[in-house]
């Protein structure tokens, strides 16, 4: 199943030092790959007590090098061992880097970084050329890591098909259709949002198309994923607000839409429930590693319920302001949501009345659409209070493109998910406008 793997990276993060077992099972899996011949280097980065790294170094003599969390000094003098992997070809995929601290110089000269944000920060979805250009400098790798937020890991989605099935990751763009495992890949997010670690789709823009457009497929789905919430603690407090209202958003539109059921019910109302007690703390102090580390389990929550019950509404409205506005995903999300609830009340008000207790309002004495209702005030008190922005004037999308975005929303796949069917153009634009 697996070809033989150029780089494994783990990260063994305080989550998973206080859940051994969890940690036992990643590592056996990769140590039994390097047993097997089928991965080549074992790299494992992390912060564990120095009696649990002389355990870990006991148990997986399989595991070439250990490196202290963020030593990324450490991580480049690996790389160039001889005998580590120098002269093979190796993946990290990142964005952030500066807050990561891997070296400025490495996305001009390194080897190993296949997929660097080299023009800046990676755009809120991968554009064509930053995807292809991963994939030339990817080319012949057996495996992927990913260090990034959603627009990383859905590069990095979209490299793992192209090394398997070869052309360009927008030529695989399509539904449900492949039929074996795809490159082994590993990500490390770097944001709370997407959910794109556990997900299986990968968002990508097609110009063409003048849209966003997608991979869906179980065998995308990251190998494995890591939370370390130390991984986040210097995400800006923009993009981690907006990240979190994608989060939020996913959990939202997961239950109140018409592919809903009661597992996925389970997964999102925790998320919301998370996000709405985190958020509001890691805005005040972005180093609280465990209200991050909250944020982030809600992310992959909400990923977990939308990868079966979808998005909806919201989702297509956010998908077309981010292809015609560059408005980042999040962003979008959060300020188009509670118009989409208050629009959908009528078909989804036990679940929003849910919701609405999940975000904290006391609904006690209200009607079940008065406290669906409620939950729409409550998401737009929350963005109050966190800083997100709530009108669409206020970044940058211009009032006369909003009944041109409105025919694209609803060509958009996610709307055919929404609780409320969506027949007329009109309605979106009017949604569009009141969100202006
Ligand atoms: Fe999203």
Redesign the pocket.
């Known amino acids: 199943m697996y070809k033989r793997q150029d780089l494994v990276l783990v990260n063994t993060c305080s989550f998973l030092r206080d859940s051994l077992h969890e940690l036992d099972l990643v590592l056996a899996e990769l140590a039994e790959l390097k047993n097997s011949g089928s991965c080549g280097n074992l790299l494992v980065t992390g912060c564990v007590t120095k009696r649990g790294l002389e355990e870990f170094q006991r148990c997986y003599p399989e595991v070439d090098a250990w490196i202290p969390l963020k030593d990324f000094a450490a991580l480049e003098r690996y790389l160039e061992l001889p005998g580590s992997g120098k002269t093979e070809r190796k993946a990290i995929t990142h964005s952030y880097y500066r807050y990561l601290r891997i070296s400025d110089g490495c996305s001009n000269h390194c080897s190993y970084c296949a997929i660097p944000s080299i023009r800046g920060e990676m755009q809120s979805v991968p554009i064509p050329e930053l995807v292809e250009e991963a994939e030339r400098l990817a080319a012949g790798l057996h495996g992927l890591g990913s260090v990034g937020g959603g627009s990383v890991i859905d590069t990095g989605k979209g490299v793992a098909v192209t090394l398997k099935n070869g052309g360009k990751a927008n030529d695989h763009l399509n539904l449900l259709v492949m039929t074996e495992m795809q490159t082994p890949h590993i990500v490390i997010p770097t944001t709370s949002?997407?959910g794109s670690e556990v997900t299986n789709i990968a968002v990508l823009t097609s110009h063409g198309a003048g849209r966003k457009l997608f991979i869906a497929d179980k065998f995308i789905t990251p190998n494995a994923a890591i939370h370390d919430p130390r991984f986040t603690t210097s995400l800006p407090r923009r993009m981690t607000v907006a990240t979190a209202m994608?989060a939020m958003?996913?959990a939202v539109e997961a239950m109140s839409g018409i592919m809903s059921n009661r597992i996925c019910d389970a997964q999102a109302l925790q998320a919301i429930r998370l996000i709405a007690g985190n958020l509001p703390v890691v805005a005040n102090n972005p180093h609280d590693e465990e209200a991050r580390l909250n944020l982030q389990i809600a992310a992959s929550l909400a990923g977990w319920a939308f990868t079966v019950a979808q998005?909806g509404l919201a989702?297509a409205m956010?998908h077309t302001l981010g292809t015609l506005y560059h408005l980042p995903?999040?962003e979008a999300?959060g300020i188009v949501l509670p118009k989409v609830m208050r629009y959908n009340v009528d078909h989804a008000a036990t679940a929003l009345s849910e919701i609405s207790q999940a975000l904290g309002v006391n609904t006690a004495g209200m009607s079940k659409r008065e406290a669906a209702l409620a939950a729409a005030d409550a998401i737009e008190t929350l963005m109050q209070k966190v800083g997100h922005p709530t009108r669409l004037r206020d970044v940058g999308v211009k009032e006369e493109g909003l009944d041109i975005a409105a025919f694209h929303a609803i060509a958009d796949t996610a709307a055919i998910f929404n609780a409320r069917p969506v027949n007329d153009p009109g309605d979106i634009a009017a949604l569009y406008k009141e969100a202006y």
């Open positions: 949002g997407t994608d958003t996913h998005v989702h956010a995903h999040g999300c």
